[in-house]
């Protein structure tokens, strides 16, 4: 027996972005959030660094030189229009989470405290700036606590460990999604007049992630499979201060604090890759700079590895406004950081690319930006596109935010106007598949197996440094891993807390994930942003100024398109820090 639900609004994932767009769709009208973990263990909470906006509270800022860095950031592939609405709309949203409650770090005189993070300059490049508005190394965590409790004051509903399958489109409309009850089992459909995604990110295709195990890509594959296309997958942003071997964070703060990168022969070789802002050079730079390095052979020991340096911060720095990233050092290294170099290397960390949206958070699903009534998407999952081929740091949780702001005001505007859309025949019947597959088949590969080595193929072949040689083996692996796939089984047939059944549906998410950026990797030969191609090592504006569009065809290949990119104020230069 399949249960029915009817919301106004079904927002999918309570993260951050989530719970923005759940808060202002709440005056409209009866507003549902379904979140396959419990809320406040969404990937928001742990975020570390900060939020970035130009609040002026430390030192003179503006918003058009946030503006400036992020769109010189992204390597001029972001969409300016949207850019400058997230650098404007930023210092608003700073303060409302300040007036919810949140408890920032506060200057001596009571404003908002500020910190420097890479990439974040003031007039146009000249200095690093401090525009990251911080509560110690656990902004993130304080931002999902506000916003949950701010939407539980506002009776948003919550329908926790619900797993999405599905997204129900019908004439042209979105009309709600199927979910799989995780805590009792079965299939459940909620009708809505509009539904947002805001699933977060895919960092497990990798092997070395700074992401939770729940970021598996799931939103973005739900709709890939409705022929919806994924904008801009090849660009996946790799951290540089990963934990090693383990990927766990260190965040950027830690250098914005004043951290130092050291080789193996101790040099701090960022000099030479950003002669102006040195260790604070966007991702991108800092990612490739630690594997030349190690390709060099100046690698610690000359291994895969190089040093964060922290101790000459002092411990009352460390203690006060680095104590997560002390305490995971102390923990997972036994180290100390106020003594100890930190051993680390670039982690799989964020994803620029995603469900193509307008700025109102409208999924688009062409090349001519065409709406799909009533389908929303904000925050990792989405592309609005803000980040372009190389997120700043702090970005993120300003995008969620502020999109995800815009998009819940928008679907309280929609669902006023809106009559009620129809619900397709046979609303279950792609998840009922999905399903009876695991449960009912019997097949005898196992997930484990394929999901180790997609992350792995994904890890050599498809990482900081690709060509065609290593994408084409890629791609190859994963053709044969979908296969495996499809003869893959579970040992478990039940239905209460089938937690492998869970992690069987997600291996299909990822899949699909791998896939999209691979075969958008392999069609864009040219090097921006994080996509580093070896054997086109150049930009080239003049054929590639373009997003990417891949599109999922029914016999299970991908279609490429392209759309232009937004310019209004920077044009293209080189890009110099
Ligand atoms: C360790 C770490 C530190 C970071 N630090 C910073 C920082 O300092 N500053 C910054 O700007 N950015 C930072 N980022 C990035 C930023 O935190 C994330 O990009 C952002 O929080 C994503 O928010 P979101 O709301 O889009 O998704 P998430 O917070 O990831 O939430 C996703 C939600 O979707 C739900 N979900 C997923 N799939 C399904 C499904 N199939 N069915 C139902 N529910 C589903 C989950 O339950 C969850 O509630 C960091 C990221 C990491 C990993």
């Not at 304080?142 to 619900?162: A, D, G, H, P, S």
């Not at 702001?405 to 279950?428: I, S």
């Amino acid at each position: 027996m399949v249960r029915y639900h009817r919301y106004d609004a079904v927002i999918v994932g309570a993260g951050g972005a989530g719970l923005s767009a759940a808060l202002h769709a709440s005056g409209a009208g009866r507003v549902a959030v379904l979140s396959k973990l419990y809320p406040t263990r969404s990937h928001t909470g742990t975020a570390q660094g900060g939020i970035g906006a130009a609040l002026g509270n430390m030192e003179e800022d503006h918003w058009e030189w946030h503006m400036y860095d992020t769109v010189k950031g992204s390597d001029y592939l972001a969409d300016q229009d949207a850019v400058e609405i997230l650098c404007r709309e930023a210092i608003d949203a700073v303060y409302e989470l300040e007036r919810m409650g949140l408890p920032f770090d506060r200057t001596p005189d009571g404003r908002i405290a500020q910190r420097r993070f890479g990439g974040h300059t003031r007039e146009y490049g000249k200095a690093p700036v401090m525009r990251s508005c911080y509560a110690a190394d656990r902004t993130g965590h304080m931002i999902l606590q506000t916003l949950y409790q701010q939407c539980i004051k506002r009776e948003v509903q919550f329908f926790n460990e619900y797993l999405v399958l599905d997204v129900l489109i019908h004439d042209g409309q979105a009309c709600g999604v199927v979910a799989w009850n995780i805590q009792q089992g079965g299939l459940e459909v909620f009708h809505s007049k509009a539904v947002l995604f805001a699933t977060g990110g895919c960092g497990r295709i990798y092997k070395v992630t700074s992401n939770a195990v729940s970021l598996t890509g799931d939103g973005m594959a739900v709709v890939f499979r409705r022929g919806i296309p994924l904008e801009d997958m090849e660009f996946y942003q790799f951290h540089p201060t990963g934990i090693y071997k383990m990927g766990i964070l260190l965040s950027e703060a830690a250098r914005g604090e004043g951290g130092i990168l050291r080789n193996g022969l101790g040099e701090r070789f960022m000099e030479r890759y950003a002669p102006t802002i040195k260790d604070l050079a966007p991702r991108d730079i800092v990612s490739r700079a630690i594997y030349l390095e190690i390709r060099e052979g100046r690698g610690v020991h000359g291994r895969d590895y190089v040093h964060l340096d922290l101790t000459h911060l002092g411990r009352e720095v460390l203690e006060k406004k680095l104590p997560d990233i002390t305490e995971f050092v102390r923990t997972y290294l036994g180290l100390d950081p106020a003594r100890d170099l930190i051993p680390i290397q670039p982690t799989a960390h964020y994803a620029m690319g995603g469900i193509p949206t307008d700025v109102h958070g409208r999924v688009v699903v062409d090349a001519q930006n065409t709406p799909l009534p009533g389908l929303y998407a904000a925050g990792e999952v989405a592309c609005v596109s803000v980040h372009g081929a190389n997120r700043l740091g702090t970005n993120s949780l300003v995008d969620i935010v502020v999109f995800g702001r815009r998009a819940g005001k928008h679907m309280a505007r929609f669902v006023q106007e809106t009559d009620w859309p129809p619900l397709p025949p046979n609303p279950t019947e792609l998840a009922e598949h999905l399903i009876a597959h695991f449960l009912r088949g019997g097949g005898t590969e196992s997930v484990s197996r394929i999901r180790d080595e997609l992350q792995t193929v994904m890890m050599e072949d498809a990482s900081v440094f690709r060509t065609e040689a290593s994408l084409r083996h890629a791609w190859d692996v994963l053709r044969g891993l979908r296969e495996r796939y499809c003869r893959s089984g579970i040992q478990d047939k039940g239905q209460v807390f089938n937690l492998d059944l869970v992690e069987a549906l997600e291996l299909g998410f990822l899949l699909d994930c791998a896939e999209a950026l691979v075969a958008s990797a392999l069609f864009r030969t040219e090097s921006r942003g994080a996509h580093y191609r070896e054997d086109y090592p150049q930009r080239d504006d003049v054929n590639w100024l373009r997003h990417t569009l891949a599109f999922r065809q029914d016999d299970g290949t991908i279609r490429l398109d392209t759309k232009p990119v937004v310019i209004t104020r920077f044009m293209p230069q080189e890009r110099k820090y």
